[in-house]
């Protein structure tokens, strides 16, 4: 009988894999049914459609096949940042490509430096005599510090360009735990450590509000600048500092007062911008409205592949959330990384790695492991150079400093050299609800930390002392790589962040240059010349079930991103509050030390359904005590 179950376990095993994937093949196709779109078809010449429905990241998150079947994934499109600059460099090299059509109407953004990036790769296309066309309902900041480089910005009639600024509220959750009883017990370096703050504190720090507005200010002020550059006849500081003058003299109507100011070129509608890209690269269909000859990005991407399989520099990439053990795109599980430095190493004959750096931090020791494994590969002989994306902060710093050269963008979010810890301790809920807590000790650590009563002095004093070594650590290492005094270290370090032109003239930073400055520095140093000086990334590449899925899941994505900017704009405090609640829960959760910088801006962009199920769960669990 033992036998017979077993086989008929197996049997429900084959039957439920294949109806897995008959499932996966129905939604596949059906999802390709949808997506067609009659004017956009792949044509072998024509203008590169870059549509921008989502948001632009350095290493996007992937859905896993049980999360699409249990509806627990993204629902809106990240696009790779290397793929849309690799896109666009490509096809300003190409013939068949004789214009852009950038697509705004829902992009909802990503970091400042990365958009420049992005910026730079449009310019290159106009270089090339080719125009870019924008189009959009609405602008916002990001949205037009891509449009700002284009040869023609579109403007809805119904549209309007709202920029607001770096910038906004966080929030802090003092008043929140003491009314449920829940103690944040804090262990801090640094007086710029504001990552704490929201669990000490009902409002910012006199501190904290300096650093964050000298951050948001040089932000700001490069923002403004790369704009100017692009459109130096905009007339932007006014139409900025006083809107409400500048929309009543168009008598309320936003996209003539944009026009007015210089800030788009043309209003129109859709069908009109459709006639535009006609007009410049033709159409296969004289008979359908408003078609053109169309060239799609993913169509584009996987015929002009951006990486060398037989490169000899490595690139590995560190984005998002550091923590421990391993992790899927989007968030950098130490153990994912390792491994992907140690693949790359065995099976590549590499002989320069570029670390590319778009995070936060996270944990101490998860920024540990990955920076040994740096140093071991470091210690093969291979030069090492780092290149910082948007942010590359606190655990984020701590994975660079073996680098023999750290290239940044002005742009740039990085610092944060400082280390805390918290622990949540749940005596005041226990008093609420009635509950005693009690029993013995054998020794002063028994039954440390103990989360119930709050723990002891002794306790206490242990890991404040931890994370006092955590810090000296922290600055020894800045020390020997920077070539810097211990004692200026730390005066530019107690956890403030600094943006990348500070961080370079204060010897945090090397050289200002993008992803491809560190590349050529890293052939430089590692003496390779044409065929040799080629990249490959070491990552797993996403494989077809996974770009399958990623479809699938893309296909909610009008839900959450609005083409109208008041809508879009009015849906960020929500998305900033769901995301803020999101920080709380793994700070609280998290490891009891870490080197993460929570101070550092962050996109608005919506949870995974995973992380809003685990997020609900947390609050749940949190008024339930």
């Not at 930073?509 to 003496?527: K, N, Q, T, Y």
């Not at 909610?556 to 109208?564: K, N, P, Q, T, Y």
């Amino acid at each position: 009988m033992r036998f017979i179950g077993k086989v008929w376990r197996l049997l429900v095993g084959v039957k439920d894999g294949l109806v897995l994937v008959l499932m996966l093949g129905f939604f596949g196709v059906l999802f390709a049914a949808l997506s067609a779109n009659p004017h956009a078809g792949s044509a072998a010449e024509g203008a590169l459609v870059l549509d921008l429905s989502g948001t632009i990241s350095e290493h996007p998150a992937e859905p896993g096949t049980l999360d699409v079947l249990a509806g627990g994934s993204p629902v809106m499109r990240e696009y790779r940042l290397r793929d849309v600059v690799h896109a666009l460099e490509s096809a300003a090299r190409d013939d068949r490509v004789r214009a852009v059509a950038l697509d705004l109407d829902r992009f909802a953004g990503g970091g400042q430096a990365g958009l420049s990036d992005v910026a730079g790769a449009l310019d290159g296309v106009r270089r090339a005599n080719k125009p870019v066309i924008a189009y959009a309902t609405g602008y916002s900041d990001d949205a037009y510090l891509l449009a700002a480089h284009a040869s023609e910005v579109w403007l809805n009639p119904l549209g309007a360009v709202l920029i607001t600024g770096p910038g906004g509220l966080n929030l802090y959750f003092k008043g929140l735990l003491e009314k449920l009883g829940v103690t944040a017990n804090v262990y801090r370096v640094g007086a710029y450590k504001a990552a704490v703050e929201p669990f000490t504190r009902t409002d910012m720090s006199p501190e904290s509000r300096e650093a964050s507005l000298a951050l948001a200010s040089a932000l700001w002020q490069t923002w403004q600048q790369d704009v100017l550059k692009a459109r130096p006849k905009a007339r932007l500081q006014g139409y900025v500092m006083q809107p409400v003058e500048r929309f009543a003299a168009a008598g309320g109507d936003m996209a003539k007062a944009a026009l007015a100011s210089g800030l788009v070129d043309r209003i129109g509608e859709r069908a009109a911008f459709h006639d535009r890209l006609r007009e410049l690269v033709g159409t296969d269909n004289e008979d359908l409205p408003g078609s053109y000859r169309a060239i799609k990005y993913d169509a584009w991407l996987a015929a002009n592949p951006a990486a060398e399989p037989a490169g000899q520099i490595g690139i590995l990439t560190v984005a998002g959330e550091i923590v421990d053990g391993k992790a899927d795109p989007g968030t950098a599980g130490a153990e994912t990384i390792v491994d992907n430095l140690q693949k790359g190493l065995s099976q590549h004959d590499l002989k320069a790695l570029v670390l590319r750096v778009d995070s936060p931090g996270g944990s101490v020791t998860a920024s540990e492991r990955i920076r040994q494994a740096v140093l071991e590969a470091k210690g093969r002989g291979l030069p090492v150079v780092v290149s910082m994306g948007s942010v590359a902060a606190s655990g984020g710093y701590w994975i660079a400093t073996p680098a023999d050269k750290i290239f940044a963008e002005p742009e740039t979010i990085t610092g944060s050299i400082g280390v805390f810890g918290i622990l949540p301790s749940f005596e005041g809920a226990l008093q609420k609800l009635g509950v005693g807590a009690d029993g013995i000790r054998t020794t002063p650590l028994t039954g440390e930390p103990d989360l119930l009563r709050g723990p002891s002095p002794v306790a206490d004093r242990l890991i404040q002392l931890s994370v006092e070594n955590m810090y000296r650590r922290f600055i020894a290492l800045v020390s020997a790589s920077r070539n810097m005094p211990a004692a200026k270290v730390h005066e530019i370090a107690q956890g403030r962040v600094w943006d990348g032109g500070t961080a370079r003239q204060l010897g945090l930073v090397d050289s200002f240059g993008s992803l491809d400055a560190a590349v050529a520095e890293a052939a430089r140093r590692a003496g390779l010349e044409g065929d040799g000086a080629n990249v490959v990334y070491l990552e797993k590449p996403p494989g077809f079930l996974d770009q399958m899925l990623r479809g699938m899941t893309e296909a909610d994505e009008m839900a959450v991103a609005s083409a109208d900017i008041f809508g879009r704009v009015a849906i960020r405090p929500q998305l900033m509050l769901m995301r803020g609640l999101n920080d709380a829960r793994k700070i609280l959760s998290g490891p009891a030390i870490q080197a993460r910088c929570l101070e550092c801006p962050a996109a608005a962009v919506p949870l995974a359904r995973k992380e809003q199920a685990s997020l609900a769960a947390w609050l749940g669990g949190l008024f339930a005590r």
